[in-house]
């Protein structure tokens, strides 16, 4: 797949590295805090300076809703406080929000919260049709919690909810994405063009091109994607 076709999500921990990432390639900002606990709500600040650079530099910005590290189970006063990160981060110009909400279905194992899902969706739909066109939504990889049949029914539900992607290593944190081609593919063919599924997790600028190809996706994550200088 031609360089120029492959669009590289940038995973960022606050502005530091933007600047370089851009300028190395990256076309789409995901903007967290605290990378330590796999990423938290950004301040308002922070998302301000970003989506001023970075929109004057062609690329977007995603923002991270999530109010702490850990699980992925959430309170009501927690849910609160991700409608609020979510109504900033989207106020202050950002093109989209990435989360993800699970709870424990009745035997016991991890399931979409889709109340959570729901309320939150509601701020982005309601943003979009003030701007007049869609807000971007990523599902982050909470998704990789759930086990691999239930993963397939989130496809659906998440499509259906209007998500615009799903980013997901396709296996266990901290193996080798290599491992995972085939459960990704199957993820992609489940997918069938209704949610894009965005692979991260071990994919850097020294692979991104061959993980693509053998995925024919459009679209990598990662915290190396592109060489910083």
């Known amino acids: 797949m031609p360089t120029h076709t492959l669009l590289r999500e940038f995973s960022a921990e606050n502005f530091t590295d933007i600047p370089a990432a851009i300028a190395a390639g990256a076309r789409r ?3 967290c805090d605290n990378m330590a606990v796999g990423g ?3 301040s308002a600040g922070v998302i301000e300076g970003t989506v001023a650079y970075a929109h004057a530099h062609g690329a977007r910005v995603m923002a991270m809703v999530r109010p702490r590290g850990g699980d992925f189970e959430y ?3 927690e849910l609160a406080m991700m409608e609020t ?6 106020a202050f110009g950002t093109d989209g929000i990435v989360f993800g ?10 399931d979409l919260d889709r109340v959570a899902l729901e309320r939150l969706m509601a701020i982005a739909h309601e943003v ?3 701007r007049g066109e869609a807000v971007d939504v990523t599902f982050h990889m909470a998704f990789d919690e759930l086990d691999e049949q239930r993963q397939l029914a989130a496809i659906d539900t998440l499509a259906e909810l209007g998500f615009s992607r799903i980013l997901t290593h396709g296996g266990a944190a901290g193996t080798p994405i290599e491992d995972h081609l085939d459960r990704l593919r199957a993820l992609i063919e489940h997918a069938a063009g209704r949610i894009i599924i965005l692979p991260g997790g071990g994919i850097s600028y020294a692979n991104a091109e061959t993980v693509a190809e ?3 996706v459009h679209e990598v994550h ?3 994607i592109v060489k910083l200088v």
Not at 101 to 110: M, N, P, Q, S, V
């Open 75 to 77: 309170g009501d006063a």
């Open 214 to 216: 053998a995925l024919g």
């Open 29 to 31: 900002i995901e903007l």
């Open 101 to 110: 909400c699970l709870t424990r279905a009745e035997d016991g194992a991890l």
């Open 222 to 224: 990662g915290t190396k």
């Open 128 to 130: 979009g049709e003030e």
């Open 85 to 90: 990160d979510a109504r900033i981060a989207l």
């Open 40 to 42: 938290s709500s950004p």
